[in-house]
C-alpha cells in the first residue's frame, strides 16, 4: 500500500465512525436507540440485512471458497427465496403486531420465562462467536498487508468498531449499511474489472472460463442427494432453506432489522429485496474467486498463501520435506501452464485437456501435502489458507488506489456486520435479561427510565466488543470463514426455529414441550454432528424437527407431578 491507498482507507473509515457517532449526542429513547423508532424506509432495511449478512466474511472467505472449489457453494443459497416468502408471510407481520424488541420476548408470553431466556442466552453465545468471526475476515487482509500479528490487527478493528455502535444505536447502524453497501457493490465490479484485465493479453475472458470449467470450477449444482456432502441442490433447498428460515426468523440481528421498519408491508419488502438480491451478488463474489483462479493458471501463486506458515515450515524440522514439496510445485505449475495456453486454443491438442486436469490435480496433491508439513510443524491439527487467497492476490495485483478503494470496502463491510451484530446482541442482553430481571429496578421502573437502560446497552456492547475480539485470535485458522460461521449457526438455529414453530404453528403446545423440546433438540444435533459424518446445512433440519416432534410428545402426553 502507499500513500494514496492509506489515504483513502483511513478517511473511509473516519467517515464511518464519525457519521456514527454523529447522532449519539441527541437525547434518545429506548425505542429509537433500539429499533430507530421503528420508522426505516423498505430500502433502508432491504440494504441493512443484506449488509449485517453479508460482511468481509462474503468478500473473503467466499472468494477463497470460489477459488478452491467452484461455484457449488452457491447451492447453500437456494432456499433463502423461499425462506423470504414464508417469513414474510409469518414472522414479519407477527412480530409486528407484537410490538416486541426481540424475538425472544414473545417466547415468554406464549410459553414462560425459563424458555425465553433459554432461547435469548443461545442466540446470544451463538451470535457472539460468529461475531469474532466477521472480525477475523479483515484481520487476515491487514496481517498480509501490514506484515502486523493478527492479534494487533483484531483488536485495532474491534475497538473502533464497538465504541461507535456503542453510541450510535439502531437507525446510525442502519444507515451506516446503506453507504456500505454502495461501495461494497461498486468495489466488486471495478474489481471484477480489473481481475479479468490481468489475464495476459492472449487469454479473454471466454477462454479463462474455458479453463475454470476444465477444473470443474464451474460446476454450480450437484443434484446427487447426499448427506454427507455440504453443497448439494438439496442441501442447499431443503438444509439451508430451514437455516434461513432460523437466521431471518429468529436471529435477533435480523429480526432487529425489519422491526425498525415503518410498516409491515414495508418489513415484508425488505425481505423480498433480500432474497432477489442476494444470489446474484453472490455469484458474482464467486465469479471474482474464479478469475482469481483463471489469472493464476498463467502467474504463479504461492504454494501456500499463509506466508507466515510457509516461513515456519521451511525453516523448521521438516523444511527439507517442505522445499522439496517447493520444487515439484513449481515443475507442475510450468506444466499447468503450458496446458492451459494450449487448451485454449482454436486448434488445441488432443492431449492438452488430460495433460491439464493431471498438472493441476498433483497441484492440489502437493498442496494438500505442504498443509500436512505446516499442521506437523506447528502441532495444529488442521491447516487451511482459503481466507489467505484473496487478500494475497489483491495486495500483489490491484492498482494503487483501486486496491486503497476495495480495502476500505471490506473493512466497511466487516465494521458495518459488526455494528449490527453487537447491537442485537447488546439489544437481547439489555432487554431479555437486564430488564427483564429487573437489574435496572422494577421492570415498571425500568419502562419509565430509558435514560439508565440506555447506558447499560451501551456498557453491555462494550463487553460484547471485547467477547468478538477474543474470539476472533482464534478463528483465523479454522477453515474457510464463510463455512466456520454458518456451521456454528447451524448448531442451534434449526433448535430455535423449532421452538418459534411450536409457538405459532402448534395452539396445543406447552411451555414444557418448548422447553425440553429446545434442549433435546440441541443435544439431537450434537449427538447427529459428532457420531455421523452428515453435513452440518442438514442440522438445522434435524434441530427443527426433533424440537417439534418431542415438544408436541410432552404437550400432549400428560405427565403426573
Same mark, same amino acid.
Given at each position: 500500500m502507499i500513500l494514496i491507498d492509506w489515504a483513502i482507507v483511513v478517511a473511509y473509515l473516519l467517515y464511518v465512525v464519525i457519521d456514527g457517532l454523529r447522532g449519539s449526542s441527541q437525547p434518545q429513547k429506548l425505542d429509537n436507540f433500539l429499533l430507530a423508532g421503528r420508522s426505516l424506509p423498505w430500502w433502508a432495511v432491504g440494504l441493512s440485512i443484506m449488509a449485517t449478512q453479508m460482511s468481509a466474511i462474503t468478500l473473503v472467505g467466499t472468494t477463497g471458497q470460489a477459488y478452491s472449489s467452484g461455484l457449488r457453494f452457491i447451492q447453500f443459497y437456494f432456499g433463502l427465496p423461499l425462506a423470504m416468502v414464508l417469513l414474510c408471510f409469518t414472522a414479519v407481520p407477527f412480530f409486528h403486531r407484537a410490538r416486541v424488541f426481540t424475538a425472544y420476548e414473545y417466547l415468554e408470553r406464549r410459553f414462560d420465562t425459563r424458555t425465553r431466556t433459554l432461547t435469548s442466552f443461545i442466540f446470544l453465545i451463538t451470535r457472539g462467536l460468529s461475531c469474532g468471526v466477521i472480525i477475523a475476515a479483515p484481520a487476515v487482509i491487514l496481517s498480509i498487508i501490514l506484515g502486523w500479528d493478527e492479534r494487533w490487527t483484531v483488536l485495532a478493528m474491534g475497538f473502533s468498531?464497538?465504541?461507535?455502535?456503542?453510541?450510535?444505536?439502531?437507525?446510525?447502524?442502519?444507515?451506516?449499511?446503506?453507504?456500505? @453497501?454502495?461501495?461494497?457493490?461498486?468495489?466488486?465490479?471495478?474489481? @471484477?474489472?480489473?481481475?479479468?484485465?490481468?489475464?495476459?493479453?492472449?487469454?479473454?475472458?471466454?477462454?479463462?472460463?474455458?479453463?475454470?470449467?476444465?477444473?470443474?470450477?464451474?460446476?454450480?449444482?450437484?443434484?446427487?442427494?447426499?448427506?454427507?456432502?455440504?453443497?448439494?441442490?438439496?442441501?442447499?433447498?431443503?438444509?439451508?432453506?430451514?437455516? @434461513?428460515?432460523?437466521?431471518?426468523?429468529?436471529?435477533?440481528?435480523?429480526?432487529?432489522?425489519?422491526? +425498525?421498519?415503518?410498516?409491515?408491508?414495508?418489513?415484508?419488502?425488505?425481505?423480498?429485496?433480500?432474497?432477489?438480491?442476494?444470489?446474484?451478488?453472490?455469484?458474482?463474489?464467486?465469479? @471474482?474467486?474464479?478469475?482469481?483462479?483463471?489469472?493464476?493458471?498463467?502467474?504463479?501463486?504461492?504454494?501456500?498463501?499463509?506466508?507466515?506458515?510457509?516461513?515456519?515450515?521451511?525453516?523448521?524440522?521438516?523444511?527439507?520435506?517442505?522445499?522439496?514439496?517447493?520444487?515439484?510445485?513449481?515443475?507442475?505449475?510450468?506444466?499447468?501452464?503450458?496446458?492451459?495456453?494450449?487448451?485454449?486454443?482454436?486448434?488445441?491438442?488432443?492431449?492438452?485437456?488430460?495433460?491439464?486436469?493431471?498438472?493441476?490435480?498433483?497441484?492440489?496433491?502437493?498442496?494438500?501435502?505442504?498443509?500436512?508439513?505446516?499442521?506437523?510443524?506447528?502441532?495444529?491439527?488442521?491447516?487451511?489458507?482459503?481466507?489467505?487467497?484473496?487478500?494475497?492476490?489483491i495486495t500483489q495485483r490491484i492498482p494503487h488506489g483501486l486496491l486503497g478503494w476495495l480495502i476500505a470496502a471490506i473493512f466497511a463491510a466487516a465494521m458495518s456486520a459488526v455494528a449490527g451484530e453487537l447491537n442485537a446482541l447488546s439489544t437481547a442482553t439489555t432487554i431479555d435479561f437486564y430488564r427483564r430481571f429487573g437489574w435496572s429496578g422494577s421492570l415498571e421502573q425500568s419502562e419509565k427510565n430509558d435514560e439508565k437502560i440506555l447506558r447499560? +446497552?451501551?456498557?453491555?456492547?462494550?463487553?460484547?466488543?471485547?467477547?468478538?475480539?477474543?474470539?476472533?485470535?482464534?478463528?483465523?485458522?479454522?477453515? +474457510?470463514?464463510?463455512?466456520?460461521?454458518?456451521k456454528l449457526g447451524s448448531y442451534f438455529y434449526g433448535s430455535i426455529l423449532g421452538v418459534f414453530v411450536l409457538a405459532v404453528c402448534f395452539p396445543m403446545a406447552k411451555s414444557r414441550g418448548a422447553f425440553y423440546g429446545l434442549m433435546a433438540g440441541?443435544?439431537?444435533?450434537?449427538?447427529?454432528?459428532?457420531?455421523?459424518?452428515?453435513?452440518?446445512?442438514?442440522?438445522?433440519?434435524?434441530?427443527c424437527v426433533a424440537v417439534v416432534m418431542v415438544g408436541l410428545t410432552l404437550s400432549l402426553v400428560p405427565i403426573k407431578t
Open positions: 468498531t464497538t465504541l461507535y455502535t456503542m453510541f450510535g444505536g439502531t437507525k446510525a447502524v442502519a444507515w451506516a449499511d446503506v453507504k456500505q @453497501m454502495a461501495v461494497i457493490v461498486s468495489g466488486v465490479l471495478v474489481t @471484477m474489472f480489473v481481475i479479468v484485465h490481468q489475464l495476459p493479453p492472449d487469454v479473454s475472458w471466454f477462454g479463462a472460463l474455458q479453463i475454470a470449467a476444465v477444473s470443474g470450477k464451474l460446476q454450480a449444482v450437484d443434484t446427487h442427494f447426499d448427506l454427507h456432502e455440504t453443497y448439494t441442490l438439496w442441501s442447499g433447498l431443503l438444509g439451508g432453506l430451514f437455516l @434461513m428460515l432460523a437466521y431471518f426468523g429468529c436471529d435477533q440481528s435480523q429480526v432487529q432489522r425489519y422491526l +425498525s421498519a415503518r410498516s409491515v408491508d414495508e418489513g415484508r419488502v425488505s425481505l423480498l429485496f433480500n432474497g432477489l438480491a442476494k444470489i446474484p451478488l453472490q455469484l458474482m463474489i464467486l465469479f @471474482m474467486g474464479i478469475f482469481v483462479f483463471a489469472v493464476y493458471q498463467f502467474e504463479r501463486p504461492p504454494m501456500v498463501f499463509q506466508k507466515v506458515a510457509a516461513q515456519r515450515a521451511l525453516a523448521g524440522p521438516y523444511g527439507d520435506e517442505f522445499s522439496k514439496l517447493n520444487a515439484r510445485y513449481e515443475s507442475e505449475f510450468n506444466s499447468r501452464q503450458l496446458a492451459a495456453h494450449d487448451l485454449i486454443k482454436p486448434d488445441a491438442p488432443s492431449t492438452a485437456k488430460t495433460e491439464y486436469i493431471r498438472a493441476n490435480t498433483e497441484i492440489d496433491s502437493i498442496r494438500r501435502q505442504a498443509s500436512e508439513v505446516i499442521q506437523k510443524t506447528t502441532g495444529e491439527t488442521k491447516f487451511s489458507d482459503v481466507n489467505y487467497i484473496f487478500p494475497t492476490f447499560a +446497552s451501551r456498557w453491555i456492547t462494550a463487553f460484547w466488543g471485547c467477547v468478538a475480539c477474543t474470539v476472533a485470535m482464534n478463528v483465523a485458522r479454522l477453515g +474457510s470463514l464463510i463455512e466456520v460461521v454458518n440441541i443435544a439431537t444435533v450434537a449427538l447427529v454432528a459428532h457420531t455421523t459424518t452428515v453435513s452440518f446445512l442438514w442440522y438445522n433440519l434435524v434441530g
